[in-house]
């Protein structure tokens, strides 16, 4: 199974990181009844951003919820030395793994590596980076999408950064139509229609989701402004 098997045109993918953590099965659980399709989990190591965040044993205790459900696992690491990693995230139930740009000098070495794993490969860049060069190196290394951050990364809870459209609009314009385009930070109800317009067709929601008491109808809220 690759990306192209999993978006059903959009998908809109909770952030667990967001999540309250003392009920985060039960949060899961509640999501996939509401048809979430795919969840995206991040990764920071103290390092390459702040805070250290949630690891492999996290992951390894709600992979098997995910999967028995048919859903998918789509890991953001925000972490130095990423392709160190990649085994022990792919035994822990990642399906897929979204390294950035920033951290990988030898990105197309790092994308094999996660290749021999059977892990999906995702390509991020920070802000400070320009879509033409994030673009010509998912191109040349054959990534499978591109996440466009419209945050600084690291912290959830951020407030979408605006220019992040003119972002979405330069990368889509450099890259395949088939190729799926990712944004991550600060999405909610009253943004996520215009990141669609601009491009992107996956859409990681953290606060906008866990920050509301009716998960499934916040989740169904923001599916429904891309229809």
Do not use: K
Not at 37 to 53: E, L
């Amino acid at each position: 199974m690759s990306w192209q098997d999993w978006i059903r045109t959009v998908e809109v993918e909770p952030s667990l990181y967001a999540a309250d953590f003392s009920r985060l099965g039960e949060q899961i659980e509640i999501l996939l009844r509401a048809e979430v399709n795919i969840f995206h989990f991040d990764v920071g190591d103290g390092h390459f951003v702040p805070p250290i965040t949630t690891g492999p044993i996290v992951l390894q205790s709600i992979s098997p919820i995910v999967h028995a459900a048919g859903g998918v696992l789509d890991c953001h690491l925000m972490i130095e030395a990423p392709e160190r990693h990649f085994e022990q995230f792919r035994e822990a139930g990642a399906d897929s793994v979204t390294v950035h740009y920033e951290a990988c000098p030898d990105l197309r070495s790092v994308v094999a590596l996660a290749r021999e794993q059977d892990l999906e490969v995702g390509l991020a860049f920070n802000p400070e980076t320009t879509p033409e060069t994030a673009a010509e190196a998912a191109l040349a290394t054959g990534v499978d999408f591109v996440l466009c951050m419209s945050i600084h990364p690291g912290f959830s809870g951020q407030d979408f950064m605006p220019e992040a459209l003119d972002r979405i609009r330069a990368l889509r314009g450099r890259l395949p139509e088939p190729m799926p385009i990712q944004v991550d930070g600060g999405i909610g109800h009253g943004n996520i229609r215009d990141a669609y317009d601009a491009g992107a067709n996956l859409f990681v929601a953290g606060t906008a989701i866990f920050g509301r008491e009716d998960l499934p109808r916040a989740y169904r809220r923001l599916v429904e402004a891309l229809a």
